[in-house]
């Protein structure tokens, strides 16, 4: 059974940081993509980032390029979205989502439940 978990999500003022974790299960990063979306209240969901399994090329939206940045660590099943450099205009839900397949494009197959994170002014 395929899962993605969140976590990381919380309150940071403008400027500050924060580490979403997307933990995996069901599938290894070879055969699949992993990205990261967020939606704000009233506005449609977005793409923010995108870890391609083909060769490991990592793809930013341009409202976040600069400031966040992917990693994963294979051995704990986990991507990691590290956001910097915050604006409250990044107050969104985030959630990592799998794509079956080595590259970044839709359909994301298989979704978390999704963090929360708020940026202060």
């Known amino acids: 059974e395929v899962q993605l978990v969140e976590s990381g999500g919380g309150l940071v003022q403008a400027g500050g940081s924060l580490r979403l974790s997307c933990a995996f299960s069901?599938?290894?990063?070879?055969?699949?993509?992993i990205g990261w979306f967020r939606q704000a209240p009233g506005k449609e969901r977005e793409g923010v980032a995108c870890i391609s399994s083909f060769d490991g090329t990592s793809y930013y939206a341009d409202s976040v390029k600069g400031r966040f940045s992917l990693f994963r660590n294979n051995a704990k099943n986990t991507v990691y979205l590290q956001m910097g450099s915050l604006k409250p205009e990044d107050t969104a839900i985030y959630s990592c989502?799998?794509?079956?397949?080595?590259?970044?494009?839709?359909?994301?197959?298989?979704w978390g439940q999704g963090t929360q994170v708020t940026v202060s002014s």
């Open positions: 069901g599938f290894t990063l070879d055969d699949y993509a």
């Open positions: 989502a799998a794509h079956r397949g080595v590259k970044c494009v839709p359909p994301f197959d298989y």
